[in-house]
């Protein structure tokens, strides 16, 4: 019979690697990167548990370095098999996994000059060439059509609503002529949210895997638009810089978004803007040739020929090292939107580390920041954070505006799970940290009693 295996975000959402077998074949869905506490990020480094070269294929749910970042370690490691996803998600993984391996190269470069690896010489993760290599085997699939993988395996993807060509999935799994339908949430994006389209609404499954990255709550209610424009105003109105540690994929744009049409009604005053991220300048230029993606409102602004929605009046795209620099002499008010979204590496720790000790600058937090990470720290209070091996006092306003994040929350969990005609015969509930899985299990089991939710384990294996 079918067999499914969690590899990864099981217990944490980090790592997303789901391993399904059917009649001698192995597909893995999703192959992302651990991130945050170190127990964590050594997985990245142990051999993964089932050899990289007895899996056939890899079905990918959207680009995220935590669903997709392992790729090149998977296939210098022995994976030969075709990489399957739609174009957006094809296009932004051209981007992401050269990024995530130059950071690593980068990261190595600075522990072999500081001594602070215990191995002599440090040695990334993976390399650019080893990203290119895996670059190689992604294939293009259709993003709303039903696609024959195998006689075993064929997906049809839904949108999600998380990121640009985001999708959750509806596998069906054949074995001895009897099939299974498995529905894998990806990550689900929240509804009525600018750019993207909402979640679309699944109807059936025999098995389903849903994300819980909120599953413990909903997002603030109130205006998101009302909460920028306060924070915006208030710190620029005592000379300060507003810092956003912001994903390159979905939240930088967002982020445009909306001070582009904060700045067109007048509400707050046009600043100069450094987006300082390579990266999120590329996937901000793919947002021009991914029409499929949009909602009506976004459609009808960009299709209509009524301006560029995320063309801010000074706008400054800082691609080399040498510019990202220079925005440390702007001492007038700015805005300094940067990678990664959770201050675990990337140009962010430069701004941070030059703008935290001042009280009048602020850090924006707009997206999930996960256990571990510099981002949880600045969360949940920190008055010194270490950034290069020094601790740096964090005299700024820390400022949270989850209303921004690119993930459901508990009450948007639960109305894409209502769309369900029937309770799946078991619901495995992942991606979420401890609490936000146990919580979401009872509010499931609160409202329909009868749904069988279970919490697996990692490395757990479930015949279905």
Not at 48 to 56: A, C, E, F, N
Not at 125 to 132: C, F, G, H, I, P
Not at 164 to 184: A, D, I, K
Not at 225 to 240: I, T
């Amino acid at each position: 019979m079918p067999k499914i295996t969690f590899l990864g975000a099981a217990g944490t959402v980090t790592g997303s690697k789901y391993l399904i077998e059917a009649a001698g074949k192995r597909l893995l869905v999703d192959c992302g990167l651990f991130q945050g506490e170190k127990e964590l990020r050594l997985r990245n480094w142990n051999p993964l548990p089932v050899p990289p070269v007895s899996i056939d294929w890899v079905l990918l749910t959207h680009a995220h370095i935590d669903h997709t970042g392992y790729l090149p370690r998977l296939v210098r490691d022995g994976f030969k098999g075709p990489i399957y996803a739609n174009g957006a998600t094809v296009e932004l993984c051209d981007i992401l996994l050269p990024d995530s391996a130059h950071l690593q190269e980068e990261d190595a470069k600075y522990a072999a000059i500081t001594s602070s690896s215990k191995h002599n010489p440090p040695l990334p993760l993976y390399t650019v060439a080893q990203a290119d290599a895996a670059l190689q085997q992604l294939r293009k699939i259709s993003r709303n059509d039903v696609f024959a993988i195998s006689p075993e395996f064929s997906v049809k993807p839904h949108d999600a609503g998380h990121i640009l060509g985001s999708s959750w999935l509806e596998l069906t799994v054949t074995e001895n002529g009897q099939q299974t339908l498995m529905v894998f949430s990806g990550d689900l994006g929240p509804y009525d949210m600018p750019i993207l389209n909402d979640p679309a609404p699944p109807s059936r499954a025999d098995y389903l895997l849903c994300e819980s990255t909120y599953g413990d709550r909903d997002h603030p209610a109130g205006s998101v638009e009302d909460a920028l424009a306060a924070v915006v105003n208030r710190v620029s109105g005592r000379g300060g810089a507003v810092v956003v540690p912001a994903f390159a994929v979905g939240r930088t744009q967002l982020l445009m978004y909306y001070l582009r049409k904060l700045e067109a009604e007048k509400r707050i005053p046009h600043l100069p803007v450094y987006v300082d991220s390579p990266m999120a300048i590329k996937v901000t230029q793919m947002y021009g040739h991914h029409a499929e993606d949009y909602d009506a409102d976004y459609a009808r602004i960009f299709l209509q020929g009524k301006g560029d929605p995320l063309n801010l009046h000074q706008v400054h795209l800082t691609s080399t090292p040498q510019e990202s620099m220079q925005i440390n002499n702007v001492t007038s008010p700015c805005i300094i939107i940067s990678a990664s979204g959770m201050a675990t590496g990337g140009r962010i720790l430069h701004h941070l580390a030059h703008r935290l000790p001042d009280a009048r600058n602020a850090v924006l937090l707009v997206g999930y920041q996960a256990v571990g990470t510099r981002g949880r720290a600045l969360e949940n209070h920190a008055t010194t954070l270490q950034i290069f091996g020094e601790q740096v006092p964090v005299r700024a306003e820390v400022i949270e505006l989850p209303q921004l994040s690119a993930h459901a929350g508990q009450n948007e969990l639960l109305r894409w799970l209502s769309s369900f005609q029937a309770p799946p015969k078991q619901t495995f509930l992942v991606h979420g940290e401890p609490v936000a899985l146990n919580a979401l299990q009872a509010k499931i089991k609160e409202r329909t009693p009868n749904w069988n939710v279970t919490i697996p384990n990692y490395m757990q294996s479930f015949d279905l």
